[in-house]
């Protein structure tokens, strides 16, 4: 029993760490996600005629794979800029 709630706490631990380390790229999916529904919401497709944004859930889905993109890319910049002032110092 003991050791079961160690594997558990240990486990919790991770998805701490893992949520720490990518809070940035979280952010940005979520703020995808709802901009994708928002999308859908106000300006959709009420013939039905467009894939992405005739259902709503086609339309967040894709504003949250927006979000990654944008939000890898954003990642990607932070980590050279610190990696070049880190270098000049």
Same mark, same amino acid.
């Given at each position: 029993?003991? /050791?079961?709630?160690? @594997?558990?706490?240990?486990?919790?631990? #991770?998805?701490? +760490?893992?949520?720490?380390?990518?809070?940035?790229?979280?952010?940005?999916?979520?703020?995808?996600? /709802?901009? &994708?529904?928002?999308? $859908?919401?106000?300006? *959709?497709?009420?013939? *039905? #005629?467009?894939?992405?944004?005739?259902? $709503?859930?086609? #339309?967040?889905?894709? *504003? &949250?794979?927006? &979000?990654?993109?944008? *939000? #890898?890319?954003? +990642? @990607?910049?932070? /980590?050279?800029?610190?990696?070049?002032?880190? /270098?000049? +110092?």
């Amino acid at each position: 029993m003991i /050791a079961r709630l160690q @594997d558990c706490k240990i486990h919790i631990m #991770s998805m701490k +760490e893992f949520i720490k380390k990518n809070k940035l790229l979280i952010i940005f999916i979520i703020a995808g996600l /709802a901009g &994708g529904f928002l999308y $859908w919401k106000f300006v *959709g497709c009420l013939t *039905g #005629s467009c894939p992405v944004k005739s259902v $709503w859930y086609l #339309s967040t889905l894709f *504003g &949250g794979l927006i &979000g990654y993109l944008i *939000g #890898s890319i954003i +990642e @990607d910049l932070i /980590a050279k800029f610190r990696k070049k002032r880190n /270098a000049g +110092e």
